[in-house]
């Protein structure tokens, strides 16, 4: 089991940056990736960013040259870095993570914390 906590959400201007983390404890040896999702509301969950235990980064399109995801392994965290923030990008973000036993399965899901991004 790894449980997945995250932080620094909160209201932002446009064009102002947030950065969020999210730690993992529990059976984090297990632990192949990690991402950030987010969810608008009346739109669907939808991928943000994901980051492989040996560093390899995937981004959507949209946050592209904008946002960047990291981990520090020392810490057990992964964050997201975002800048040049826009109202659409205002959602709830969740962080996941895929076990090595199941990689392509994000079977564990944090609380979520809001982004609002104001014009």
């Known amino acids: 089991q790894v449980q997945l906590v995250e932080s620094g959400g909160g209201l932002v201007q446009a064009g102002g940056s947030l950065r969020l983390s999210c730690a993992a404890s529990g059976s984090i040896f297990s632990i192949h990736a990690m991402g950030w999702y987010r969810q608008a509301p009346g739109k669907q969950r939808e991928l943000v960013a994901t980051?492989?235990?040996?560093?390899?980064?995937n981004y959507a399109d949209s946050v592209k040259g904008r946002f960047t995801i990291s981990r520090d392994n020392a810490k057990n965290t992964v964050y997201l870095q975002m800048n040049s923030l826009k109202p659409e990008d205002t959602a709830v973000y969740y962080c996941a993570c895929a076990v090595l036993s199941d990689r392509s399965n994000w079977g564990y899901w944090g609380q979520g914390t809001q982004v609002t991004v104001s014009s």
């Open positions: 980051i492989t235990t040996t560093g390899d980064a």
